[in-house]
């Protein structure tokens, strides 16, 4: 649960950051999220760079995360989204890849929205 001012009011970078940290730390320790804790390796998918041009991953977030590039909801919003569209964009929907980017989709918006992050 929140306590004091709406988050989304705040224009305090570091607590930003901090309510960042707390949904990629929630979303990482996801069941569903195994397929998206590092970049796609060519060894593991020949073809995939072909396909997907803005590769995003857990482990890149958490670096950029660390570097202060997410001063905007939006960025960090962008980041995370891009990684359920590339997944969904690659691999078909009855695969265990696709339905893992919806329950984490689903869950970390429900992250979002405890922090009064979302809208
Ligand atoms: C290990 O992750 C994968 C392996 C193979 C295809 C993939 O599409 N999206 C992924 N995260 C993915």
Same mark, same amino acid.
């Given at each position: 649960?929140?306590?004091?001012?709406?988050?989304?009011? %705040?224009?305090? /970078?570091?607590?930003?950051?901090?309510?960042? !940290?707390? #949904?990629?730390?929630?979303?990482? =320790?996801?069941? %569903?999220?195994? /397929?998206?804790?590092?970049?796609?390796?060519? !060894?593991? #998918?020949?073809?995939?760079?072909? =396909?997907?041009?803005?590769?995003?991953?857990?482990?890149?977030?958490?670096?950029?995360?660390?570097?202060?590039?997410?001063?905007?909801?939006?960025?960090?919003?962008?980041?995370?989204?891009?990684?359920?569209?590339?997944?969904?964009?690659?691999?078909?929907?009855?695969?265990?890849?696709?339905?893992?980017?919806?329950?984490?989709?689903?869950?970390?918006?429900?992250?979002?929205?405890?922090?009064?992050?979302?809208?």
């Amino acid at each position: 649960h929140r306590t004091g001012r709406p988050l989304e009011e %705040s224009s305090d /970078p570091e607590k930003l950051a901090a309510s960042f !940290a707390a #949904v990629l730390q929630s979303v990482r =320790h996801h069941a %569903s999220a195994w /397929p998206f804790l590092k970049p796609v390796t060519v !060894a593991e #998918v020949p073809d995939y760079y072909d =396909h997907i041009k803005y590769p995003m991953d857990l482990k890149t977030m958490g670096e950029r995360l660390k570097k202060g590039y997410y001063v905007t909801r939006r960025l960090f919003m962008a980041d995370m989204a891009r990684i359920f569209s590339n997944c969904r964009f690659y691999n078909s929907p009855e695969t265990e890849y696709y339905r893992c980017a919806n329950n984490l989709e689903r869950y970390y918006q429900t992250k979002m929205r405890e922090l009064g992050l979302w809208d």
